[in-house]
C-alpha cells in the first residue's frame, strides 16, 4: 500500500464549477500537509501549507485537513481555465528539519472554457 | 528574486551512457534537493544537501547515482550509467533552511533513456 494516495484523473470540469482534490494517506505519523499545482513542462509550486487538522483559505483555494480519516482536500472555487494542472498533495512527518516531502502521483485538472 | 536554475532541459542517451544535471538554487538557500519523478507518479526525493553536508541519501541508488555539492552553492547530479528506467524528470528544490517549510522547485531536467 503506498503511503499517499490521489486520484490520478483526468477531472475535467467547465469554467466557474467548484472543483474538489483528494487525497488519503496510511501514515498517522504524518503533521504537515501540501497542496503543490504542477503546469506542464513546470516545476511544482506550493499552494497550500497545513498543520495538523483543520481548514485553511487563500482566496479561491480552501485546504482541509482530516486526521483521523487520513484525508485531506483541496477546493477551487470559481474554476479557471488558468488552474488547469496537476495538483499534487504532499505530506510530512515533520515541518522544517527532516521535512522530508511525501507525494501523491497528482490529479490532472482540465478547466473548460 | 531569481528561479531555481537547472540545465539541461532535455537530454537523450543510449543505455549504459552517463549524464549530469546541473542546479542552481535560490540565492542564499542553504537547502537543496534532487527529485526524480517518473511520468505519471509524484516526485521522489532522490538526496538532501544542507550547505555542502548530505541530509538523507536514504532512497538514492548509489550503485549508479551520485551528487555533490561541493561549495554549498550549486549542484551536480550523475548517472552513470544510466538505465532504461532512468527515464524520468529530474528535479531540483532549494529552501531557505532546514526549518523552512517551502521547498522552491525549478523547471526539471527530462531525460530519455533509449
Known amino acids: 500500500q503506498k503511503e499517499v494516495e490521489q486520484d490520478p484523473g483526468p477531472l475535467s470540469v467547465p469554467e466557474g464549477a467548484i472543483v474538489s482534490l483528494n487525497c488519503t494517506y496510511s501514515?498517522?505519523?504524518?503533521?504537515?500537509f501540501m497542496w503543490y499545482r504542477q503546469y506542464s513542462r513546470k516545476g511544482p509550486e506550493l499552494l497550500m501549507y497545513?498543520?495538523?487538522?483543520g481548514n485553511k483559505e487563500d482566496g479561491r483555494f480552501t485546504a482541509q485537513v482530516d486526521k483521523s480519516s487520513k484525508y485531506i482536500s483541496l477546493f477551487i472555487r470559481d474554476s479557471q481555465p488558468s488552474d488547469s494542472a496537476t495538483y499534487l498533495c504532499a505530506m510530512s512527518r515533520y515541518g522544517g528539519a527532516t521535512n522530508k516531502l511525501i507525494f501523491g502521483t497528482g490529479t490532472l485538472l482540465a478547466v473548460q472554457p | 528574486e531569481a528561479g531555481v536554475a537547472q540545465s539541461p532541459r532535455y537530454k537523450i542517451i543510449e543505455k549504459r551512457q552517463s549524464v549530469a544535471f546541473w542546479c542552481n538554487p535560490i540565492?542564499?538557500?542553504?537547502?537543496l534537493y534532487w527529485y526524480q519523478q517518473i511520468l505519471g507518479q509524484g516526485p521522489k526525493l532522490l538526496i538532501q544537501f544542507q550547505n555542502n553536508g548530505v541530509v538523507d541519501d536514504s532512497q538514492l541508488p548509489k550503485d549508479r547515482f551520485s551528487a555533490e555539492r561541493l561549495k554549498g552553492v550549486d549542484s551536480t547530479l550523475k548517472i552513470q550509467p544510466a538505465k532504461l528506467e532512468d527515464s524520468a524528470v529530474y528535479l531540483c528544490?532549494?529552501?531557505?533552511?532546514?526549518?523552512?517549510?517551502?521547498?522552491?522547485f525549478g523547471p526539471g531536467t527530462r531525460l530519455t533513456v533509449l
Open positions: 540565492s542564499g538557500h542553504a537547502t
Open positions: 501514515n498517522s505519523a504524518f503533521q504537515y
Open positions: 528544490a532549494s529552501s531557505r533552511n532546514l526549518a523552512a517549510n517551502e521547498q522552491f
Open positions: 497545513t498543520y495538523s487538522s
